[in-house]
DNA sequence: CATGCATCTGTGAGCGTTCACAGTAGAGAA
DNA sequence: TTCTCTACTGTGAACGCTCACAGATGCATG
């Protein structure tokens, strides 16, 4: 037996419209926008809602509109990623509240696997949310031509690669911001400017590194494959990346790492072999994430604009799902000068 | 103009079962478990099904059964705890996979600030969901009864304090895992052991600090109140009780702290007044967060089993759905000694 | 004074399901 | 045979909403 209260029959636009001495069709209209509703009609309907308690029926609503009013946010990255980069985390929040501003309940999923992945997608595409907000950064991703071809509207979080489908994308300048943290190390007085990138098949990889190469070259330093790296994200292959860097080219004077978390891991590799930072060798980091401040010593990085990603990627889907071409937005990102460059 | 395909109208149970050469009565049943269905009947529907590519429309279903088949994981608390507790991405990733298993889309809310309390409270209220999961630890929470009053399941992580009402909930053993660990620095020879506790409006700061109390007095040590600060899980009110207690009883030997982010503001601390750790004072966190992986050095601290606690809210959400009586669960945790006890 | 137009209002149909009910067929019991 | 019971199937009526349409009113225009 239920302890809990019973639930009282909800008040339909049947019940407003007896109250508020109105039709059905007016009620709906004052819900809708209140157009082509006198004042007095509007202002009785107003009242009665109050007294009432109403709140629309969704699943009627949504029957037959066939728009469903939620959006999922739908994230395709194996699962260590996930908890590992705190970006995800501020991502999903400004999303979740960006979306609730404007009513719109996110539904949260994620797909690591395989099985995941189809369960999702068929959900998504038996047209029970309006839109995607996409995190997926791997190039290859199947789910983005799935989503297109089921003409679901997606808004990419970065630039989906290798897709040769037009799909709408918000991402921060990596590029841009590459080039500030190179050109401050080089400001700084370093000259043997080493990187270790992020996966070369994520957009944030490919384009950290290009602006890594660009400054080198305006800065007139040589490009010397030794001094580039690759890692994962990770911490560990952070750490992994400074090892084989210092060994390959131990006159190293600076690093830049594609992310805050990798760079956690150089400069445990650096105080491992006893280096320091920054006065042996300069570390920059990339994200400004938590992490970057509780480091030893705090991180100098690059600051991306979760906040305005977020709210962008919302508003530009829902203008796609309003039915508007997909949009492509960059964002500006912004160098935080700390202790360790 | 929208670029996206064109959607073609998704096929109805209608479609199904003109194709299958049955009514739609006979469809939904299949649909709904294939009770009183012949074999024969079950086979033409099935391969209909696959033909035509049906899913069922949600919002149809939901209209006439009242249920939406989906969940609310509502989350009250400010916004930087979210992401300073790595506890809570677990425990999402964890009850969104739980509820992916049985098809049941969860629904992401985040009430920090009064205004986003109402705005859910009003979703959930209407009956937009089935139930809720509940991640609220401030005591005297007005959502609780709220929801209880409005008869909606709800499960709690954690024990609700301060509430009449009785509520489901799933948590670990807190009280018992601050016995382990007190136990644990008791064992290692420590006899001044002190704590910094959490907020004493949670569970996890009520618990935590009576277990530490319980086994000093077990063990014959007397209860000095100066050896007890309290902080509010946050890194900076862990430092800021290192140095309180310091000041108070210089000759603590070892502190339990309620939480690892808590513990590495108390490990900051006492590195900054060149203690060290564990040879001068012990420090045993609690979370077994990732944070105390990477602390310096590695944390001794209690693992709190998150899978299985999110496991449990959704067994348990879906029972209360179900009808049954709410239910409380509580799971056991698990000490982990690495250096710095 | 008729006409047109803009503003407002009510009505019926229908969205895609489930559910209750009526009905059929076949097996076994009386 | 007739009756009962079980297994199965089809049909109409909802569920609560929006939308198209028809009708009504008031005001300016010809």
Redesign the pocket.
């Known amino acids: 037996m239920s302890t809990a209260a019973s639930r009282r ?1 909800p008040a ?3 019940d407003v419209a007896r109250e508020a001495g ?5 009620v ?2 004052v ?2 926008g209140g157009h ?3 004042p ?2 509007k202002a009785a309907v107003d009242a009665a809602i109050r007294r009432t308690g109403y709140v ?2 969704r699943h ?2 949504s ?3 066939g728009k469903s009013d939620s959006v999922a946010f739908l994230l395709t990255e194996p699962q260590e990623r996930f908890f590992e980069d705190p970006n995800f985390n501020v991502l999903l929040r400004a999303c979740t509240q960006a979306l609730a501003d404007r009513d719109i309940p996110l539904i949260l999923m994620i797909a690591g696997t395989e099985d995941e992945r189809r369960r999702n997608l068929r959900y998504i595409e038996a047209g029970h949310v309006d839109g995607v907000l996409l995190v997926s950064s791997h190039s290859g991703d199947p789910v983005v031509a799935r989503l297109h071809e089921a003409g679901v509207p997606v808004v990419a979080c970065g630039k989906p690669l290798g897709q040769t489908t037009r799909i709408g994308y918000v991402a921060a300048d990596d590029r841009d911001g590459a080039r500030e943290m190179v050109r401050h190390l080089y400001a700084t007085g370093r000259r043997r400017i080493a990187t270790v990138t992020g996966p070369l098949d994520t957009p944030g990889g490919v384009e950290r590194l290009a602006g890594y190469r660009e400054t080198l070259a305006e800065c007139g330093l040589p490009a010397d494959e030794d001094l580039v790296v690759t890692g994962d994200y990770s911490r560990a292959s952070g750490a992994e990346a400074a090892r084989t860097l210092l060994a390959r080219a131990p006159d190293t004077d600076a690093v830049f790492v594609a992310s805050d978390l990798m760079a956690q891991g150089v400069l445990d590799a650096l105080a491992r072999t006893g280096r320091r930072v920054p006065e042996d060798i300069a570390v920059g980091g990339f994200d400004d994430s938590p992490a970057a401040l509780s480091s030893q010593p705090p991180l100098t990085t690059i600051r991306q604009p979760w906040d305005r990603i977020s709210a962008e990627m919302v508003r530009t889907l829902l203008a796609r799902i309003a039915g508007e071409d997909p949009a492509t937005v960059i964002l500006p990102t912004e160098l935080v000068v700390r202790d360790s460059a």
Chains 1, 2 share one sequence.
Do not use: K
């Open positions: 029959r339909t636009i049947h109105v039709s059905r069709g007016t709906s209209r819900l809708n082509y509703v006198s007095a009609a629309v029926n009627a609503r029957l037959i509109t």
